[in-house]
């Protein structure tokens, strides 16, 4: 494919909660065994695009270690690879990334050595699989400026954190409203973009030129009079984890059979760093009903509808419903937990309950095991 690829994982928002305290949104593990990130890495290399570039800021370690190696996406070649880069202290520049344009600015050396004619813009947030190499062709038949992957939302979801696209019958965007108060419309930004290498490097300079570091606001926004943005209409499976109730929607989404038929046994596949594991071990008295249960678990307890990603031990007499439990926990005897998500590392004590009443609860304990 003729484009190179960037993913913008840096950002961050308080609609996470203590779910973004130790980890990038990108890094946030999803379906059991895989990373928010592992979908646009995965559909970067089923598009054939052997050029990413991933934009990290906001607590990347986490990140930045899944990504230690690009093997496992088939990044690990000569010509292209997979570059990471996060905001660095230079001689005309000592800022972090103050925006998505910003970011872009700040790797702007990046592009101008790269000999791709187009590039792809994707979020690291996103859960989805699409084949660029389509949206590359749909952008070169309509002569556009700027392609833009949209995508409806049902009726009643929160569309307020999304930009809406109102587009002609041609599918030329002729508003777009960004994160609007009140929308008139369900059609909204996949936050995906297709753009001319050489046409998004003078977009970028222009924006830094007049200290403007957004690229929805101060690009598609400000130029969507002045430049053929159209849209693209994506009707599968599309969800954004950038708030606590969508993350856990989106998982709970993979407890339906059509969606785990969808991402784990329809080409083209999801990659992702491989560990090794035991396989899950369910002792004497275990119960399990409807859940993804991950590599490395131990289950004594009842669970119920619920996800349990790698190395979780249930003990006895516990019950997990409506529930995720993050990598590496122990819940310890006679637990109940319902409609939690329970942080990556921690140590639930026996006899403890927790119970998400007015929505999702976040449960966040002290780890003993690893305190000195």
């Not at 007049?210 to 943005?229: A, G, P, T, W």
């Not at 209409?233 to 989404?253: G, L, R």
Request: hydrophobic letters at 40%; aromatic letters at 12%; glycine letters at 6%.
């Amino acid at each position: 494919m003729r484009a190179v690829g960037i993913i913008l994982a840096g950002g961050n928002n308080q609609k996470m909660r203590e779910l973004s305290n130790k980890r990038a949104i990108a890094a946030m593990p999803v379906a059991g065994s895989f990373r928010s990130i592992d979908f646009a890495l995965s559909n970067m290399t089923n598009s054939g695009i052997q050029k990413v570039a991933v934009l990290t800021q906001y607590n990347s370690r986490s990140l930045n270690e899944h990504l230690s190696s690009s093997k496992w996406w088939d990044f690990g070649r000569k010509q292209g690879g997979l570059f990471v880069f996060t905001p660095t202290i230079t001689v005309g520049n000592n800022f972090w990334y103050r925006g998505t344009a910003d970011a872009l600015a700040q790797n702007l050396d990046f592009l101008r050595r790269c000999h791709e004619p187009y590039a792809v813009i994707a979020s690291g947030d996103g859960i989805y699989k699409l084949d660029y190499s389509k949206v590359l062709e749909y952008h070169i038949e309509k002569k556009a400026d700027i392609t833009v992957v949209c995508t409806e939302v049902p009726e009643g979801d929160d569309i307020s954190r999304f930009g809406v696209v109102k587009m002609n019958d041609d599918g030329r965007i002729e508003d777009f409203e960004e994160k609007p108060v009140e929308a008139s419309g369900n059609a909204i930004s996949a936050g995906i973009y297709v753009i001319r290498r050489r046409q998004l490097i003078e977009l970028i300079e222009k924006a830094a030129s007049e200290n403007q570091f957004d690229f929805v606001k101060d690009i598609l926004v400000r130029y969507k009079n002045m430049k053929r943005i159209y849209a693209y209409k994506m009707d599968s499976y599309w969800a954004n984890i950038s708030t606590v109730d969508a993350y856990y929607k989106t998982n709970m989404d993979f407890l339906k059979p059509e969606v785990r038929d969808y991402f784990f046994r329809q080409y083209p596949d999801v990659y992702s760093k491989i560990e090794d594991m035991p396989p899950a071990k369910y002792n004497p008295g275990a119960d399990v009903r409807n859940s993804l249960v991950s590599a490395g678990c131990i289950i004594n307890g009842k669970v119920e509808n619920s996800i349990l990603f790698k190395k979780v031990f249930v003990g006895e007499n516990c019950v997990i419903k409506n529930s995720i439990i993050l990598n590496d926990v122990y819940i310890g005897d006679n637990t109940y937990i319902e409609n939690c998500i329970v942080e990556s590392h921690d140590t639930i004590r026996a006899n403890s309950r927790y119970v998400g009443e007015g929505g999702v609860k976040i449960v966040v304990e002290t780890n003993e095991r690893y305190v000195m």
